[in-house]
């Protein structure tokens, strides 16, 4: 083997793995307003503890930590207090989303982390809850936003082709996840 091909191989094995990670931003925004940005912000309202939290997760190219934490404190657990570490991913999605739908306005929060106890208590009550589900990981959110329809808000989300969307008219909120478009 000549080492123009060894180094054709490491080129495509460096591109395939570049493509792979590019999905997730490149698909979430068509209109490329998301990549461009020099900062990523969210603002959530927690409509179980009624707490608010605006934060720049994400500037300079890094995640910022103390941000990240605040987000993983309002995205908790709220039966059990426990906390989990938020998918940046996840976020990068709901900021992509955000953008798409040119709102000012908070995400209000009906679902976050949620943890296994928490989950199976809902298994158990028949409220159709995944044994796996992705709230367990800190990859999914239950969501909706003022000022949009659940049924725009779902069809943003899916057009981003960044992971799962659950639409639930009836209990009011639409559920994105990080997993399996």
């Given at each position: 083997?000549?080492?123009?091909?060894?180094?054709?191989?490491?080129?495509?094995?460096i591109?395939?793995?570049?493509?792979?990670?590019?999905?997730?931003?490149?698909?979430?925004?068509?209109?490329?307003?998301?990549?461009?940005?020099?900062?990523?912000?969210?603002?959530?309202?927690?409509?179980?503890?009624?707490?608010?939290?605006?934060?720049?997760?994400?500037?300079?190219?890094?995640?910022?930590?103390?941000?990240?934490?605040?987000?993983?404190?309002?995205?908790?657990?709220y039966?059990?207090?426990?906390?989990?570490?938020?998918?940046?991913?996840?976020?990068?999605?709901?900021?992509?989303?955000?953008?798409?739908?040119?709102?000012?306005?908070?995400?209000?929060?009906?679902?976050?982390?949620?943890?296994?106890?928490?989950?199976?208590?809902?298994?158990?009550?028949?409220?159709?809850?995944?044994?796996?589900?992705?709230?367990?990981?800190?990859?999914?959110?239950?969501?909706?936003?003022?000022?949009?329809?659940?049924?725009?808000l779902?069809?943003?989300?899916?057009?981003?082709?960044?992971?799962?969307?659950?639409?639930?008219?009836?209990?009011?909120?639409?559920?994105?996840?990080?997993?399996?478009?």
């Amino acid at each position: 083997m000549s080492d123009s091909s060894l180094h054709r191989r490491a080129f495509l094995r460096i591109g395939t793995l570049s493509l792979l990670a590019l999905p997730s931003l490149a698909a979430a925004s068509t209109s490329g307003a998301f990549l461009k940005a020099r900062s990523r912000s969210l603002s959530f309202y927690n409509l179980h503890t009624t707490e608010k939290l605006s934060a720049v997760y994400w500037a300079e190219g890094d995640y910022i930590q103390e941000s990240l934490a605040g987000i993983n404190h309002i995205l908790r657990d709220y039966r059990t207090g426990d906390i989990c570490e938020i998918a940046p991913r996840l976020l990068d999605t709901l900021c992509a989303l955000h953008l798409q739908l040119e709102s000012a306005e908070p995400f209000e929060l009906i679902s976050g982390y949620r943890s296994s106890t928490t989950n199976a208590m809902l298994r158990s009550q028949g409220h159709g809850v995944a044994e796996n589900s992705l709230h367990t990981k800190g990859m999914a959110a239950d969501v909706r936003l003022p000022g949009r329809s659940l049924a725009l808000l779902r069809r943003t989300a899916v057009s981003l082709q960044a992971g799962g969307v659950g639409y639930y008219p009836a209990s009011q909120f639409v559920h994105i996840d990080i997993g399996r478009v």
